[in-house]
Nanobody, 118 residues
Framework: QVQLVESGGGLVQAGGSLRLSCAASGSIFSINAMGWYRQAPGKQRELVASITSGGRTNYADSVKGRFTISRDNARNTVYLQMNSLKPEDTGVFYC????????????WGQGTQVTVSS
């Protein structure tokens, strides 16, 4: 069984920073792409940033230059460093990973709340 556990969310003022972490555990043979998604109140879940196993990154236009995604393959962990936060960044952030366990599947974390006050 594979689990993704997120941490690092919270309340921060506009202009502040937060760092999210997501650690995968369980019967893992390899991890392909990992990513962070955001779901704002009343909106659909959207991709914020992703990173391949080789380190190639992709960002939503709204976070380019402010957010940085990285991963530690030895620890099966992905990070999201969020700087210059804005109120519109508020939402529940979910970690996603494409993991080769006994089968290749997409896994989601439980979500962590990020609230940016103006």
């Amino acid at each position: 069984q594979v689990q993704l556990v997120e941490s690092g969310g919270g309340l921060v003022q506009a202009g502040g920073s937060l760092r999210l972490s997501c650690a995968a555990s369980g019967s893992i043979f390899s991890i392909n792409a990992m990513g962070w998604y955001r779901q704002a109140p009343g909106k659909q879940r959207e991709l914020v940033a992703s990173i391949t196993s080789g380190g190639r990154t992709n960002y939503a236009d709204s976070v380019k230059g402010r957010f940085t995604i990285s991963r530690d393959n030895a620890r099966n962990t992905v990070y999201l460093q969020m700087n210059s936060l804005k109120p519109e960044d508020t939402g529940v952030f979910y970690c996603n990973a494409k993991i080769q366990s006994y089968v290749l599947s997409s896994y989601w974390g439980q979500g962590t709340q990020v609230t940016v006050s103006s």
